[in-house]
Nanobody
Framework: QVQLVESGGGLVQAGGSLRLSCAAS????????MGWFRQAPGKEREFVAR????????TYADSVKGRFTISRDNAKNIAYLQMNSLKPEDTAIYYC?????????????????WGQGTQVTVSS
């Protein structure tokens, strides 16, 4: 099992940048693919990005492709989401999650552990 804690959220102007961090505890961190999801007001939680165990494979939602970058530091047990060129529609609570399954997934149902979320607000 793994415990996840997100940080780095805040209020930024459109066009700005933020880097979210997901600190993990537990020896099994390297055995999990990591994903980022977000939930905007009035909407269901949606997939944002995923990175494989060895960081060799990444997947992005079309809405963030080219603007967001997911990465991980397995030695430090931290996953990151670098968010550039932020837009007001990026406003949401962002969650990191861990997935032990081998098949890449963009569905929240396939992720085993979740952080508490961190608020990102982008003003126009």
């Amino acid at each position: 099992q793994v415990q996840l804690v997100e940080s780095g959220g805040g209020l930024v102007q459109a066009g700005g940048s933020l880097r979210l961090s997901c600190a993990a505890s537990g020896r099994s961190f390297n055995n999990y693919a990591m994903g980022w999801f977000r939930q905007a007001p009035g909407k269901e939680r949606e997939f944002v990005a995923r990175i494989s165990r060895s960081a060799g494979t990444t997947t992005y939602a079309d809405s963030v492709k080219g603007r967001f970058t997911i990465s991980r530091d397995n030695a430090k047990n931290i996953a990151y989401l670098q968010m550039n060129s932020l837009k007001p529609e990026d406003t949401a609570i962002y969650y990191c999650a861990a997935d032990r399954q081998m098949v890449p997934s963009t569905s929240q149902k396939d992720y085993d552990f979740w952080g508490q979320g961190t608020q990102v607000t982008v003003s126009s």
